[in-house]
């Protein structure tokens, strides 16, 4: 059986991470990935308001697509194909 838990930590000097866990038995084998948060990805986390979102240039970015009729119900099959997916 796997057991998998996340644990945020902060990178100590030297590039050291500690990580403790009543789950680690000794001389238990564990594989350890690091992820490493990015600057894009704290900033992809700020509250996004929608003064954020009219300015964004996302609201009617389809306006001018001739390929698509009613965007509504595209935008409403494109959310069926990506629920799907996995199944």
Request: glycine share 8%; aromatic share 4%; hydrophobic share 40%.
């Given at each position: 059986?796997?057991?998998a838990f996340k644990r945020k930590?902060?990178?100590?000097?030297?590039g050291l991470v500690s990580l403790r866990s009543s789950k680690l038995k000794p001389g238990t084998t564990a594989e350890?990935?690091?992820r490493v948060e990015s600057?894009?990805?704290k900033?992809?986390?700020k509250e996004v308001t929608a003064a954020d979102l009219l300015t964004s240039g996302l609201a009617g970015?389809?306006?001018d697509r001739?390929?698509?009729g009613d965007s509504?119900?595209?935008a409403r099959d494109l959310r069926k194909k990506a629920e799907s997916r996995g199944n």
């Amino acid at each position: 059986m796997i057991t998998a838990f996340k644990r945020k930590v902060k990178v100590k000097n030297g590039g050291l991470v500690s990580l403790r866990s009543s789950k680690l038995k000794p001389g238990t084998t564990a594989e350890v990935i690091v992820r490493v948060e990015s600057s894009e990805e704290k900033l992809a986390k700020k509250e996004v308001t929608a003064a954020d979102l009219l300015t964004s240039g996302l609201a009617g970015m389809w306006a001018d697509r001739n390929d698509i009729g009613d965007s509504l119900e595209f935008a409403r099959d494109l959310r069926k194909k990506a629920e799907s997916r996995g199944n």
